[in-house]
């Protein structure tokens, strides 16, 4: 089953609408939960005046005051103990409402509770607020100085450091034959999840149990923050995560709606739901990226790098749950797939007026990927090569494989690159794009007033690890079906499918018969949540390794069955049968009734045909690809067309592939809605001026342009399913793609502070580059003409495998499909 791709087992479910989501969920005698937030970014609230709310019938109203359990402040996630970069981590931890003073547009003041949504919005509405208004801080590099004041009184806006050093840097630049600097800055971004946020809580008096609905990526941390606040053991405490649309990253921290719910559950006794308006999203739900880069690459004149600096600044917002995760990935993600001798990285995280900053989808190798690419073509175009050749002289070859730059992960483990073949991904990308065709046909168009560019972007994803491992339980029942049970919850990637083919594969269950379930605390003894591309390699291993030991004790007991030894007893399909003899066999099910009384299972665990594992691995994978892009420019208007783009990326073994695609693709998009124009703005006093869809644009359909997909197959030795994380790569290499192409439209004379390339923001980067109007071109990709005979070419290699004994290969080579 592994490394095929059947039809995911949630889909029928999904797609004829008998999904179960956060809003479908009812309890007998609901109330609704409204919010009444900051309409100020820093301000001290001087009086709050709810009695028009408390008046209308039906309805409660309650302050900071009125709640003694809001007394703790929401947990922050502290730097890893193992993480060697961390130089200061303080947290400025917020009150799930706000006591005395507000520091950004949203913050919540007040929860109103009605008899329905509409009730609780409209009492929201009547609650007045007088504010005392103060100056906000929304610019990290001002916040810095002296003369910035303090978004938290009496302490420093900075609020996290972390730095590396590997060799002299500073001979390298002394010795350099050329430096190149670059400052590019990734704007502040939505995750912007199809489902918002939103929660249900019912509180049992009679058994003093508590369950709570949550569209989380976390259930076992949610759980233990709300237990923690109301007094509760934490057994007491039951989260469910329903269907959830979509997570990314922000759907993993605890916000004050988190204990705000199952508190006034618990207080009322009443269920309680709120669920979360896309404008509360947008200006609540944590943000992410926003990092600015001051960055010098030092090379030899024939373009090898001999060293990188790079000082970096993130804006945190006005309370950082998460302060030093993402400039630290970052960091471990600079020198990327290259040869880089020397390297300085140091990085601030800072608070602003903003709402709170999050990992988001990719999580600090974006900015990363932007840095180094971006370099590299600056870097090509001051020594005249062509950006794949500079590409191809610094790749780490994989003769050098496990390649170990200096680098430390934060689990204090040194960092080793687990296998792969960088330049080969650069060689197939190359050949998928034409690139030697294109950079004739670049030419020829140029003569002809067209503008067209073409652009690279490597990379690496760190995935698997940071957080100890993951459960699994394999039970199978008397009717022979399966039921897997996991920790961790899902948001779309398909676990319910992958997980159950794990199972098929070292089980032998027929796959139908197998069901899987997770995102439920009552399920294992503990999850660590779904992120940092760590599913697949913990929980995936943890479902085969119970499944293989229930096969064991399923081998065991058929073999009495069958009259055979048990080494010759074989598991296919939900049979057994000895091994050369498939006709004779047995159902599961009869097996797993016999097992049930089987005094022989006692050494394997007991009666019964069921194990619980848990898998931790050693350190993290590294997946890695290059996108490659061919990109014209509308000289007169500044709009981009994407003619071609395609991407190349090894994952290690593939689970299933068309889910594996479907990440490729997904990540793609939101890189390219950067590009687009995904851009969370804030004014000079702080108001968020991108509170709607029509504020913030995201891509559609149409947007999306023809993606020419390849993966390659080189599985890691870092755990027994060979396999490497694959949520998270795609999302990054769009911007450095598409900005390198642009800039090499014009002979890389471009400068690019930013990945957003809306038609006004080139328009805006030409004129200031000297570039006239005219000369534009408005054909579509379908106008330009057929590709001749490519005019140069890399040297090639074969592609190549590599597979651990254990695992079970895909036809030899590269798998190639267009999506």
């Not at 009492?123 to 910035?148: F, H, K, L, N, Q």
């Not at 970096?312 to 797939?337: C, M, R």
């Not at 974006?366 to 610094?394: Q, S, T």
């Not at 948001?491 to 018969?513: K, R």
Request: charged share 20%; aromatic share 6%; with cysteine.
């Amino acid at each position: 089953m592994i490394g095929q791709s059947p039809r995911r087992k949630e889909d029928e479910r999904l797609l004829t609408g008998r999904g179960r989501f956060i809003d479908d969920i009812a309890p007998p005698g609901l109330v609704h939960l409204a919010v009444v937030r900051s309409t100020h970014a820093r301000a001290r609230i001087i009086a709050v005046d709810a009695r028009a709310a408390r008046e209308l019938p039906g309805v409660a109203v309650f302050l900071a005051d009125d709640l003694p359990e809001l007394a703790e402040p929401l947990p922050a996630a502290r730097a890893d103990r193992t993480n060697p970069y961390v130089r200061l981590d303080t947290p400025r931890p917020q009150w799930p409402l706000a006591r005395g003073e507000v520091r950004y547009v949203g913050e919540p003041i007040a929860a109103v509770v009605g008899r329905d949504p509409y009730q609780a919005a409209d009492a929201a509405e009547t609650v007045r607020i007088e504010y005392e208004a103060r100056p906000a801080v929304v610019d990290a590099e001002v916040a810095m100085t002296g003369a910035s004041p303090a978004v938290h009184e009496g302490a420093s806006n900075v609020v996290g450091q972390v730095s590396k050093v590997i060799g002299d840097v500073d001979r390298a630049f002394a010795e350099a034959d050329v430096v190149v600097e670059d400052h590019p800055a990734h704007g502040r971004v939505s995750s912007m999840a199809i489902e918002t946020r939103g929660l249900c809580a019912q509180f049992d008096p009679a058994t003093r149990n508590l369950t709570v609905w949550a569209p989380h990526q976390g259930p076992y941390n949610l759980r233990a923050a709300i237990a923690a606040r109301l007094g509760l053991p934490a057994e007491s405490v039951r989260v469910i995560a329903p269907d959830t649309g979509g997570g990314f990253g922000p759907k993993e921290g605890i916000y004050p709606e988190d204990i705000l719910v199952p508190l006034l559950a618990y207080r009322l006794g009443r269920p309680v739901k709120w669920i979360q308006t896309r404008t509360e999203f947008m200006s609540s739900t944590h943000q992410a990226r926003q990092q600015s880069h001051h960055a010098r690459l030092a090379a030899t004149r024939d373009g090898r790098i001999l060293g990188l600096d790079v000082r970096l600044v993130k804006d945190v917002g006005a309370y950082h749950a998460f302060s030093v995760h993402e400039p630290t990935n970052t960091i471990n993600h600079l020198p990327s797939q290259y040869k880089v001798p020397t390297f300085r990285a140091e990085g601030f995280s800072v608070v602003t007026n903003k709402a709170p900053s999050a990992p988001y989808r990719g999580a600090g190798r974006p900015e990363a990927i932007l840095v180094i690419e971006r370099l590299l073509d600056r870097l090509a175009a001051e020594l005249g090569l062509d950006p794949a050749e500079v590409r191809a002289k610094n790749l780490i070859a994989p003769k050098e494989m496990p390649y170990r730059p200096g680098l430390v992960y934060r689990d204090g483990v040194p960092v080793s690159y687990d296998g792969g073949d960088y330049p080969l991904e650069l060689r197939r990308a190359l050949d998928l794009l034409d690139y030697a065709g294109w950079r004739k046909r670049q030419t020829e168009l140029r003569a002809a007033g067209r503008r067209v560019g073409l652009g690279i972007a490597g990379y690496l994803e760190a995935g698997g690890s940071v957080r100890p491992g993951e459960w699994a339980t394999v039970k199978v029942d008397e009717r022979g079906h399966v039921e897997v049970l996991i920790g961790v919850s899902g948001s779309g990637q398909g676990h319910e499918t992958v997980f159950a083919q794990v199972c098929a594969e070292y089980l032998g269950a027929a796959f139908h018969d197998i069901r899987v379930r997770g995102g439920d605390t009552s399920l294992v003894p503990y999850g660590y949540g779904t992120g940092a591309s760590r599913v697949a390699v913990n929980t995936g291993n943890a479902v085969a390794q119970a499944a293989a030991a229930v096969k064991v004790q399923a081998c065991r007991v058929a073999a009495g069955l069958l009259e055979c030894a048990t080494a010759d007893v074989r598991i296919e399909e939900g049979r057994a049968f000895v091994v050369g003899a498939p006709s004779h066999a047995i159902p599961l099910s009869q097996v797993a009734r016999v097992a049930l009384r089987d005094r022989s299972l006692v050494e394997l665990g007991g009666p019964g045909l069921w194990a619980t594992k848990f898998y931790a691995p050693p350190t993290v994978t590294w997946s890695s690809g290059v996108h490659a892009a061919v990109v014209e420019v509308d000289a007169e208007t500044g709009r981009l067309t994407i003619v071609r783009y395609v991407i190349v990326h090894d994952c290690g073994r593939q689970l299933h592939p068309v889910i594996v695609d479907g990440q490729m693709i997904g990540g793609f998009a939101q890189g390219l809605g950067v590009v687009l124009g995904e851009h969370v703005v804030y004014g000079d006093d702080g108001q968020l001026l991108t509170s709607t869809l029509m504020d913030y644009p995201i891509p559609r359909a149409n947007d999306m342009p023809p993606l020419a997909m390849e993966h390659l197959h080189f599985a890691t030795d870092h755990n027994p399913l060979g396999v490497r994380g694959v949520g998270e790569g795609a999302t990054g290499p769009p911007t450095a793609a598409i900005a390198n192409a642009v800039a090499d439209a014009f002979e890389g004379r471009l400068d690019i502070p930013s990945p957003v390339l809306t038609p006004e923001r080139v328009y805006t980067l030409l004129r200031n580059a000297g570039f006239a109007p005219g000369g534009g071109s408005t054909a579509s990709a379908a106008t330009l003409p057929p590709a001749p005979p490519s005019a140069w070419r890399p040297a090639r290699a074969p592609a190549r495998t590599s597979w651990p004994r254990s695992a079970r290969p895909p036809r030899p080579g590269s798998d190639r499909r267009p999506a």
